[in-house]
């Protein structure tokens, strides 16, 4: 009966070692930086196969900048598109597909019919300037003239108009990173593309910490943490790239379509949730334009949560005030009104 | 008559348990301390022990636009560079773990390996 009792001690001993090792191996954690698209893009994967996942993310998310989106390489779809009629793949008609539905849900808040504007102001260039109102009509006038030929898988262009995914590319970068990573079936993903971020815990983790980045501070500071349990997570804010004129006027980067001119919607930043990278990409752009009280029912029809700082340092959110801890004594919570 | 386990088996296991529990304590918490990685056009350029550092100096890296690192203890930031954007002078300071800054038309990235973790799993801007 003892060396019974003893016999099965060991067993249980042995099992749980197996246990501690196979814990072990399903938490390695692969980690890359590099740049792409424009920004760093960094990875933290866990699982089994988190090396590999690393490894596809990284070739994918290359692959998705020069073959796809990128407007300035020649090998790219968007470039062929810009430069003459070209036909185009299925992939690409699906992320058209998606983006011209939210430029429409958004009334046109949401444009990717802008690369001519984004060229005529040069923010971020040596040749940034205020371009004259002629000028501005005539970059904005067919912006929305776009459109999908599904039977030629071609894109039918105004004259003039040229396409920028820009704005986009980070969050559909997530996107094709959450795919690898779910079918590698790693438990924990943390990848960030610039600024827009995918966490992905289906395994193991209950909440990530998401730090909202203080619009006049720092790069690394943050005024709010977000705890939110997966999805993505992507920022539209007015303080990454502009230039001041002669007479000190500061202009940024998000455009109102409509109007060709910055959005002026008494906004500093706005930080977007969703389930996917793509919209809430498209969604915080979109909300940055619209402003708070416009936005809310474009969030609804995508089910997103957004979190609005106002020039006034105000923080508005849509999440419960569980979810969101203001952590700079210079920001204050403020309501929907 | 057989004993089912003697000794030496007791001994075997006792020694597998703990080499598993130090296998995932090593591979769970292998905590080095913060080294800044300089990554210029892709390639490593330089690996640097933030914590080693005892007088704040500057680096200014072979690429082009110039840029130059402020490396302090504990802490590297780009201190100066010739882009137009100045998107990396403006990021700061890096002291955490995964802290990341980078001059896109320098290719350069330096990013935080080891050390002390931040509070949050990501920042956005």
Known sequence: MKKK??????????????VIVCDSLFSKTASDTFLAMSTAVS???????SEKAAEQIRQEIIRLDEKLLSRTNGNSEIYAVNNGEAKISDELILLLTVLKEIEQESGGAFCIGVAQLTDLWGI????????????IKAATENCYGWTIDYGSKTVHMPEGIKLDLGAVGKGIACDYACKIASDLKCRESVVAVGGSVLLDGTGKKT????????????????????EITGGCVSTSGN???FFE????NRYHHIFDPSTGYPADSGLLSVTVVTESGAISDALSTACFVLGIEKSMPLLQRYNANAVFITEDKEIISTFTSDNLEITNDSYTLGEVK | MNKLLKPIDLILIAVLVLGCAGFSLYT??????????????GEIYQKTALEAVEKPYELT?????KATLLIENGAVSFCKADCTDKVCVNTGRLTKRGDTAACLPAKVVVVIENGEKNEVDAIVY
Do not use: M, Q, W
Not at chain 1, 43 to 49: A, F
């Open chain 1, 43 to 49: 990875l933290d994967i866990t699982g089994i196969s």
């Open chain 2, 61 to 65: 890296l072979p690429c082009s636009p």
């Open chain 1, 245 to 248: 004129d002669e007479n000190g």
């Open chain 1, 5 to 18: 009792g003893v016999v099965l001690a060991a067993v249980a001993v042995v099992i749980l070692a197996a």
């Open chain 1, 239 to 241: 303080y990454e790239r």
């Open chain 2, 28 to 41: 769970k918490h292998s905590t080095k301390s913060a080294t800044a990685v300089i990554y210029i056009d």
């Open chain 1, 124 to 135: 971020g260039t040596e040749n940034a300037r205020v371009p004259d109102e002629a000028e």
């Open chain 1, 207 to 226: 909440a990530f910490k998401v730090g909202i980045r203080a619009p006049l501070g720092e790069a690394n500071e943050y005024c709010a943490v977000l």
